[in-house]
Structure formats: C-alpha cells, structure tokens
T-cell receptor, first 114, second 116 residues
Framework: SAVISQKPSRDICQRGTSLTIQCQVD?????MFWYRQQPGQSLTLIAT?????????ESGFVIDKFPISRPNLTFSTLTVSNMSPEDSSIYLC???????????FGDGTRLSIL | GESVGLHLPTLSVQEGDNSIINCAYS??????FIWYKQESGKGPQFIID?????DKRQGQRVTVLLNKTVKHLSLQIAATQPGDSAVYFC???????????????FGQGTILTVHP
C-alpha cells in the first residue's frame, strides 16, 4: 500500500492562529480525504480533496475554516484557520483509488490549541 | 445518510481467546465495508474488507462476516494476542459511484484489551 506522510505530527498552537497540515503520498492516488478524530472518538470526514478543483466539504465543515489544496496526485494540504480550543483533534489524511479498494491513512497530526 | 455503530464499546479478553467485534450500519446502499485497527498514536490500519456480494471473508487470523439482511457485520479475531490490543473501527461506503463514492462512514470504535 501507499506510504503516507503527514507533517507536522503534532503541534501546540495559540487560539486565533492558523496551521497548515501537509499530506504526501509516495505514489499517485485517485482520491485523497481529510478526517478529524476528536479525543476518544471516531473519525469524521471533513472533505474530499479534488485534484485541480475545489474540495468537496461535508456537512458542518466549510472552506473558510478548513481550506484544502491538492495541486497534484501525490500531495494535499489542510489548513485549520482561526483556531479555537474546540479544534483540538487529530487530523488524518487518507488516500485511495476509489471503488472497492481500501483507503489507507497517515498517522495523523495531533493538534492542541491553548 | 449513513450511520455506522458498534454494539460494544469495550471488549476485554484473555490471550488465546477468540474475539468478536460487532458493527451495524444504516444505509442499505452501502456496498463496501472495511475494518481498521488503530493503535495509540497511529492512524487507522487496514485489516480486512468485504464487498456486499460476499457473506464472509477470511484473512490471517481474522474473519469478517456480513449480514445484509440485518445490516450487520462482525470482525472475528482468532487466538487473540496482546499485540491485538487496539481500537477497532468498521467503516462503510459506496464503491459503486454516486455522491457518496469513496467516502467512509466510521463506527464508534471498540477498544479491545487482551490480557496475557
């Protein structure tokens, strides 16, 4: 399966600031997704990162808060904007080829906002 | 929309026992299901998957059963080992296209603890 690298692996940020998380894959993939995992909880899909076009956001998530880029088939970024303590979570990138092929995940970015 | 839930949030077993983790899903249009294992500090790791045209699929020490009639799937782990201790998630999606194509809906997660 693809090797997925996320940076940073963790960060502590001040409220009101923004952080950009990077996801790099070692091979071209059709689909890239961003998930949030709040402490002790399951994963929730934030958005689908579409190569060459605007990301598709799930209900409850908006582009102004979570802008996403996907300039090519191996790289995507998620920015968490104007952070508040409620944004403290693990943010995970996943990749897949679509259809009935499993998605694979990076190890996530552990974000704490003070 | 889709919701996927688990019957038991925690499971504690002895080493060598067989473990069964259950999951229910709500969207009958889901046609592809995946089990993931998540260890502390790591992202979810793929264990096994099953398509809706199958009832059972076996891997190494793991078996997934799918009952489409009652929208239920389970993960069976044979001869559970301490290294199997982790959180296990089921996830469902539509693999056949449409607006939900590729999007995973995750269950709550079951914490499996294996005692030596």
């Amino acid at each position: 399966s693809a090797v997925i690298s996320q940076k940073p692996s963790r960060d502590i940020c001040q409220r009101g600031t923004s952080l950009t998380i990077q996801c790099q894959v070692d091979s071209q993939v059709t689909m890239m997704f961003w998930y949030r995992q709040q402490p002790g909880q399951s994963l929730t899909l934030i958005a689908t990162a579409n190569q060459g076009s605007e990301a598709t956001y799930e209900s409850g998530f908006v582009i102004d808060k979570f802008p996403i880029s996907r300039p090519n088939l191996t790289f995507s970024t998620l920015t968490v904007s104007n952070m508040s303590p409620e944004d403290s979570s693990i943010y995970l990138c996943s990749v897949g080829q679509g259809g009935t092929q499993p998605q694979h995940f990076g190890d996530g970015t552990r974000l704490s906002i003070l | 929309g889709e919701s996927v839930g688990l019957h038991l949030p925690t499971l504690s077993v002895q080493e060598g026992d067989n473990s069964i983790i259950n999951c229910a899903y709500s969207n009958s249009a889901s046609d592809y299901f995946i089990w993931y294992k998540q260890e502390s500090g790591k992202g979810p790791q793929f264990i096994i998957d099953i398509r809706s045209n199958m009832d059972k699929r076996q891997g190494q020490r793991v078996t997934v059963l799918l009952n489409k009639t009652v929208k239920h799937l389970s993960l069976q782990i044979a001869a559970t080992q301490p290294g199997d201790s982790a959180v296990y998630f089921c996830a469902a999606t539509r693999g056949a296209g449409g607006t939900s194509y590729g999007k995973l809906t995750f269950g709550q997660g079951t914490i499996l603890t294996v005692h030596p």
